[in-house]
């Protein structure tokens, strides 16, 4: 043990010119000790002396391969490595175009993954960023977490807290007509926001002080593509603006600044001083939370101490009673990982990002493995190169340098062409994941170095195994003409394409279920009927002319009621299918007088006129729909099924006549339940039926009318007729229901389009791969197919033959592959209230589609073989 | 000397090889001066010097037959060359010239 040990370590030093015979003197020696003593002694005298012929004299030279300046041979490696490229056209073609596929695929995803993980990272300080939001904690269960606080908190948390350093109160205001010149716009994209504003997202101030813009009531800052609509190139600073709805009085323009850009998750195109709102403010003050505050921290901050310190003071203001408490996020996560009621806008969801992730390198891992396999399989054809290279004298380095080489041309080839694919698919993917991220790749730093990066890695990936393959060959059996591709390569090389297989499988199925999903939300029968039902938003009026106003509407409606392209008018404060913020809520609690305790939950409120049940084909379950002729009904609810069976009550009869009651006091008024609705989905069916509770309202927010199906396209004209008689001062801004909750499901048809896009992409990539793998296979196996013929086999035997094999791979990437399926997708699905059962029918689809596409492969270059005459492929035996 | 340069181990090893003539091989030579000198020769140290006599053109090899009991590797003889046995009388020369030139009363000198 030890006499071998330093064996070793004496063959590793001596020069090897020596080491033969000195290690024999040394065998010699400890030979002659053995008779005269122990071994253990004979063995530590052998280390002893090899520790003692470590000596300069004797060691190996420290370059100890002679090496020649081969650098001449780089030039030979370029042409042959052209003309290897060139004489195989059709596996160039697929290498290129498979790896510049993948490559564009990667890097494309990538860019999008990248934009959506950098959602408000271009605040100066966006690590110090935090929003506070709202929980309902009951019980010590948290329950619904809303996005928005009370505007008082900020400043109580800026006086209180150390920690806090800088605070602003917004209020995201939707919809509010504005005049330009003759005409007036209905602005979206309105933020009421404090003069702190800039001082947390520090926009760039193209014109005006961004300390004092927001100070004055009555102040507007338009975005710079805002102030070129409005003033054209005329500096608008100083200017003013007639706001028509809500406020029907001319704002000041102090400032003008750059445009928001995509990647925040609070967009606006106007901001508006927060003391112009100041009604507002002192009716909310503690008793509403509607506004999105935003706190700046001292850097690093520990979140959990700090949320701690300000649960106390949620008491001190709130009162002891409440069941809300103070929370703060980082603004950077809101986009991805907040999921909270009431976001400014439909955010963006972690999942989903990193489904992209795997796909992007599925997708780039299946253009790898196509190079690889294609360059085992055909290492055969290089044999001989390699073989009399090395009869000449090349070294296995040399070889090993002129594959890996070779490997760096196709990559860098479809590097090229990646680029210029990219920049030709831009359009399309912008599109396809709804944001335009960039306008040209070359123009983009980090896609520029991804490419390179990605590009040596995949020539170091996908080059190495296939170069060290080649190399290996010795001249002796690869010159004898009786080489085989080894047993190992060929294992390795079904791995690969069952991997392949897997992931195809996978992103099939994916798509598959995505779009499943959808199709059985937008299917889904919600409860109501929505067809031919348009909506839009009442005319704004004004609290003194209400009545007067209500008068007018009722004409309007009459007159819309008229045609008989028109069922119904109805009105209502939430037009189904909104998002899960357009409806108003209570947390105070709720209990049914006599019948139940209070309950500290959310419940939704809505308000609607007695024609929303016939529009909108509402059921009712018990008791009756409003009537606006019975004068109490003003003081009445209907409720729904969810609201009653979060209370634990099936029996929705006996709930008729009872009162339920709002808040903590027992003073607060009881209202008497007049009917009990059949739950229906005002949104998206990710969500469970909110547990509401219905007032009668006329006239209240929105209009809904109802078209006859036969000639609806004169219903709505004759709806725009009216309104334009009606109300010639506002534009008339309506949508069909239909395609209000289709609009819900933008964000999920958006995923399915994407996995579906990058999944076929995939596949396409793998059919390549196969094609040219089976090509290659079937030319090798000739002569087998030949023997077979002459001994009586028919094409279709042959063909059989050759499925055998792949169809045992795709077995097993089936049992490897569904498991991981399932485990992936019933997560997915389970973010839906409403979800359909995982669809196995379509796991056997998937498979259908993966062995269809390997029978036409296969089929067909197996089929060129087996066709052959006998007597051609076998003559030269 | 400054012709021949030759260490003093190196002139026991290449008188040894001498007295050797055709059986100076690594063992034999260490057991050869051991005995002679009754000192302990490393492995290391022999054949560092005989690689370098050889180097420097003192010495010349060549391979020799395999047994057992060298696990199958081969001895190396060694062999003075003409340039060597130049060298070694070189050096006996000098030290001829060296001893020859003290007078004979040092040697004889005998303290009281």
């Known amino acids: ?877 | 000397m400054k012709k021949y340069q030759l260490g003093e181990f190196e002139e026991i090893v290449m008188l040894t090889v001498g007295i050797l003539y055709d059986e100076a091989y690594g063992v034999a030579i260490k057991t050869e001066i051991e005995s002679r000198l009754g000192r302990s020769v490393s492995v290391g140290a022999l054949q560092s010097a005989l690689r370098r006599l050889e180097k420097k053109g003192y010495l010349n090899s060549r391979e020799g037959e395999a047994n057992a009991h060298r696990g199958g590797k081969p001895k190396r003889y060694f062999r003075i060359t003409a340039y060597g046995k130049k060298a070694i009388e070189y050096n006996r020369n000098v030290r001829d010239g060296l001893w020859r030139a003290i007078p004979e009363m040092a040697l004889d000198l005998k303290f009281a």
Request: charged share 20%; with cysteine.
């Open chain 1, 1 to 877: 043990m030890i006499k071998s040990l330093a064996d070793r370590l004496f063959r590793w030093y001596c020069h090897d010119d020596f080491y033969a015979d000195i290690s024999g003197d040394l065998h010699e020696l400890h030979h002659a000790r053995l008779q005269s003593g122990s071994r253990m002694l004979a063995d530590c005298r052998y280390l002893f002396e090899v520790l003692r012929l470590f000596r300069p004299s004797l060691l190996k030279p420290f370059n100890s391969k002679i090496r020649f300046n081969d650098t001449g041979m780089f030039k030979n490696y370029i042409k042959i490595s052209f003309r290897n490229l060139i004489k195989h056209k059709g596996y160039t073609f697929i290498n290129v175009a498979g790896l510049a596929i993948g490559l564009t695929a990667f890097l494309l995803i990538n860019l999008y993954i990248t934009f959506e993980k950098n959602y408000d990272s271009f605040f100066t300080s966006y690590q110090q960023l935090h929003r506070l939001t709202t929980d309902q904690v009951v019980d010590g269960v948290l329950g619904v977490r809303d996005a928005m606080s009370f505007h008082p908190a900020g400043r109580v948390l800026l006086d209180e807290t150390p920690e806090t350093i800088g605070y602003t109160v917004t209020n995201k205001i939707s919809g509010i007509i504005f005049r330009k010149g003759q005409s007036v716009i209905l602005e979206e994209g309105i933020v009421a926001a404090d003069s702190n504003y800039f001082k947390l997202f520090d926009y760039k101030m193209l014109s005006g002080d961004p300390e004092t813009a927001l100070q004055e009531p009555n102040s507007l800052v338009l975005t710079e593509s805002k102030a070129r609509s409005y003033f054209g190139n005329e500096n608008p600073v100083g200017k003013t603006i007639q706001v028509l709805s809500g406020f029907r009085r001319p704002f000041k323009v102090t400032g003008v600044i750059e445009d928001v850009p995509g990647n925040t998750h609070y967009k606006f195109d106007i901001l508006m001083s927060l003391k112009s709102i100041q009604e507002q403010l002192d009716r909310d003050g503690w008793n509403g939370f509607n506004y999105y505050t935003y706190l700046k921290l001292v850097p690093g901050v520990d979140l959990e101490q700090y949320e701690e310190k300000i649960v106390p003071l949620a008491r001190k203001y709130l009162g002891k009673e409440s069941s809300l408490v103070f929370n703060v996020q980082p603004v950077r996560d809101i986009h991805l990982h907040s999921d909270f009621t009431f976001e400014p806008e439909i955010h963006g969801s972690a999942k989903a990002v990193g489904f992209l992730t795997i796909i992007s390198v599925f997708i780039l891992l299946i253009a790898w493995v196509n190079y690889i396999n294609l360059s085992t399989a055909r290492a055969i054809d290089r044999a001989k190169e390699v073989g009399l290279r090395k009869v000449i004298g090349a070294q296995k380095r040399q070889l090993f340098s002129q594959f890996l080489f070779e490997s760096l041309l196709v990559n860098l080839l479809s590097a090229i062409l990646a680029l210029f694919l990219a920049q030709v698919v831009l359009p399309f993917f912008n599109q396809l994941v709804g944001v335009s991220i960039i306008d040209q790749v070359w123009k983009d730093p980090g896609f520029i170095s991804n490419l390179l990066l990605f590009f040596m890695l995949g020539t170091i990936v996908s080059g190495f195994y296939p170069a060290l393959v080649l190399s290996r060959f010795t001249p002796v059996t690869v010159l004898k003409g009786k080489f085989r591709n080894s047993k190992n390569g060929v294992v390795l090389r079904k791995g690969l394409v069952v991997l392949q297989y897997a992931t195809s499988l996978l992103l099939i199925s994916g798509t598959f279920i995505v779009y499943q999903q959808i199709q059985y939300m937008k299917g889904k029968n919600l409860g109501i009927s929505t067809d031919y039902v348009i909506g839009f938003p009442t005319p704004d009026v004004p609290e003194d002319q209400r009545e007067a106003q209500q008068e007018k509407f009722e004409a309007f409606r009459n007159e819309v009621m008229r045609a008989s392209s028109v069922e119904t008018v109805a009105t209502t404060s939430d037009l189904p299918g909104g998002g899960s913020s357009d409806v108003s809520s209570t947390s105070g609690g709720v209990k049914i007088v006599g019948r139940t305790d209070r309950l500290d939950a959310t419940t939704y409120v809505q308000w609607i006129d007695d024609y929303n049940l016939d529009a909108l084909d509402m059921e009712v379950l018990a008791g009756r729909n409003f009537d606006h002729q019975i004068q109490t009904d003003t003081f009445a609810v209907i409720v729904n099924e969810a609201f009653l069976r979060r209370l634990g009550i099936s029996d929705y009869e006996s709930v008729l006549n009872s009162k339920v009651q709002f808040g903590r006091d027992p003073e607060n008024d009881k209202i008497p339940i007049i009917g009990v609705l059949r739950n229906f989905h005002r949104t998206s069916l990710k969500n469970q039926v909110e547990p509401t509770v219905y007032f009668f309202s006329e006239n209240r927010g929105s209009v809904l009318v109802e078209l006859s199906p036969q000639d609806y396209r004169a219903g709505v004209e004759h709806v725009e007729k009216t309104w334009a008689k009606f109300y010639p001062q506002a534009p008339l801004d309506y949508i069909f229901l239909d395609d209000r909750f289709a609009k819900l499901y933008e964000e999920e048809k958006r995923f399915g389009d994407v996995f579906g896009t990058f999944s076929i992409l995939a596949i396409l990539i793998a059919v390549l791969g196969l094609f040219g793998l089976s090509s290659f296979i079937a030319a090798q196996r000739t002569k087998e197919v030949g023997v077979r013929k002459v001994l009586g086999a028919s094409v279709a035997n042959i063909i059989t033959i050759f499925f055998k094999d792949f169809f045992i791979l795709i077995a097993i990437a089936a049992v490897v592959g569904l498991p991981l399926i399932y485990m992936g997708m019933d997560t997915w699905l389970d973010n839906y209230a409403y979800r359909i059962v995982f669809p196995w029918p379509f796991m056997v689809a998937a498979l259908g589609i993966v062995a269809f596409f390997t029978l036409a492969t296969v089929g067909y270059q197996v089929y060129k073989v087996a066709v052959v005459n006998p007597s051609q492929t076998l003559r030269y035996e």
